[in-house]
């Protein structure tokens, strides 16, 4: 099965003569011509529906009306100007808007920038005002952006610090406990090495916050045990510890609920946003509790571009339809169908199919394969890579996490009628895998995860 690809493939060599190679992590020679709701067209015309929303940041599709038209009125005004020196309307319109779903309704304050990655910056930078402290703990398998601050917490993959360090010092990963563990497991192991930390060589009085994903995202959609996250929450009110939830990936109801922290009854101290913050365009933002906002004085963390006003007039768009009733009756529904669907696909292919994770519309699938020589379940790298490729030869757009998730994140208002047929390609394509249909040139493309 091959797809017409020849002006993808002509733009694709244009791209290797003057693109660095570090900013793909490509799966398949897809060039994008335009994007439509939940449907993607490239630029030979072959039609493909998302199961990626632009990485999480289109979590209301492409040109979505009310979006657009925002857009629109914004630009009449004017495109941007810099907030760093004239106060800016739609700054002040979202972050009222911002605030006033803070979990657990404390006051609180927002810091804008330009992406989730100075967003995790931000965080540090007041995490360390406000405290006086230094030192930041993260998790095993979370990945907090690009930036020399948000990479020096990140610890998902050696391909994004080597050859790039020294990195931001008192930076502390531990591991993380996913809510595939058993209770009993949990309670017994979750805090058992930053304990040890805290008796032999990290302070806790020196501690300044601790920053988690409730849902590791590039990790493959691992939602945090709840045991684990009370623990943990509990120990950072016990050392005066910042609790920062870093929601860059879930927020804007990815998971069902405006945050993920809010599945776990916890008040965060900060949160750290970007992606779908913007509705599509580039925004980033730290929000936290007022008296850790007033810590930093200008021009301490501020940009010339950052709150753009056309990302701001976007955000408060979106902000706006997701509040009402028709959004979330359907992101209700959709939910209900993204259940049903990972379900049947498990049920259908027991012996390949063999975990779900992940919340709401914000999902993976880890396929595995039996080891010939150790008798055991194993990542099927190979098999998920097939997998995916097929499903983009069928016309679904879906990417891979670590070594075999299929990483499902399809736009929240994804028509269901799409997501039927998304996961219908999935199915087809596992099959056809398990018959020996795909072959191994497929391989050729394979440059991610």
């Avoid at 502390?172 to 058992?192: A, I, M, W």
């Avoid at 007022?290 to 301490?300: G, N, Q, R, T, V």
Wanted: hydrophobic share 40%; glycine share 8%.
């Amino acid at each position: 099965m091959t797809l017409i690809t020849k002006k993808s493939v002509a733009w694709i060599e244009r791209d290797e003569k003057v693109i660095a190679p570090c900013q793909h992590f490509s799966y398949f020679p897809l060039t994008i011509h335009k994007v439509v709701g939940d449907t993607i067209f490239d630029q030979d015309d072959n039609r493909f529906i998302d199961f990626l929303s632009s990485a999480s940041s289109l979590n209301l599709g492409s040109g979505f009306p009310a979006v657009t038209e925002a857009i629109k009125e914004q630009l009449e005004l004017y495109s941007q100007y810099t907030p760093a020196y004239i106060f800016n309307t739609k700054n002040i319109s979202y972050a009222e808007r911002l605030t006033s779903v803070y979990p657990g309704g404390v006051s609180a304050k927002v810091c804008f920038g330009n992406c989730g990655s100075d967003a995790n910056d931000a965080a540090i930078k007041f995490a360390r005002a406000y405290t006086g402290r230094s030192k930041i703990i993260t998790f095993i398998n979370g990945y907090h952006g690009s930036t020399y601050g948000s990479i020096s917490l990140s610890a998902v993959t050696t391909r994004m610090r080597s050859k790039m360090g020294p990195f931001l010092p008192d930076i502390y990963n531990f591991p993380f406990y996913g809510d595939d563990l058993e209770d009993e497991v949990c309670e017994r192991e979750c805090l058992k090495e930053i304990e040890r930390a805290f008796e032999a060589y990290l302070p806790p009085e020196e501690v300044a916050a601790v920053i988690i994903e409730p849902l590791q995202g590039d990790a493959g959609l691992i939602a945090a045990h709840k045991i684990f996250m009370s623990k943990l929450y509990a120990l950072c009110k016990k050392h005066g510890i910042l609790f920062i939830t870093e929601e860059v990936q879930q927020a804007f109801f990815r998971t069902g609920k405006w945050f993920s922290i809010e599945h776990y009854d916890i008040v965060p101290d900060g949160i750290v946003m970007g992606k779908s913050l913007g509705a599509g365009l580039p925004l980033g933002a730290f929000m936290a509790k007022k008296e850790i906002m007033d810590s930093l004085p200008a021009p301490a963390h501020l940009f010339t571009l950052g709150g753009h006003a056309l990302a701001c007039a976007a955000g408060c768009a979106a902000f706006d339809y997701m509040q009402g009733e028709e959004f979330q009756n359907m992101l209700a529904e959709n939910e209900k169908a993204m259940e049903f669907h990972i379900n049947r696909v498990m049920e259908k292919f027991p012996r390949v199919v063999t975990k779900k994770s992940g919340k709401g519309m914000s999902r993976g699938l880890a396929l595995t394969r039996m080891d010939p020589e150790m008798g055991n379940l194993i990542p099927d790298e190979v098999g998920t890579y097939k997998v995916l490729f097929r499903s983009y030869e069928k016309g679904l757009v879906i990417i891979s996490l670590g070594k075999n998730v299929l990483r499902i994140q399809p736009p929240l208002n994804i028509q269901p009628e799409n997501l039927k047929r998304g996961f219908e390609i999935i199915e087809e394509s596992i099959q056809e895998y398990l018959d020996g249909k795909i072959s191994d040139d497929v391989l050729k493309y394979k440059k991610g995860w």
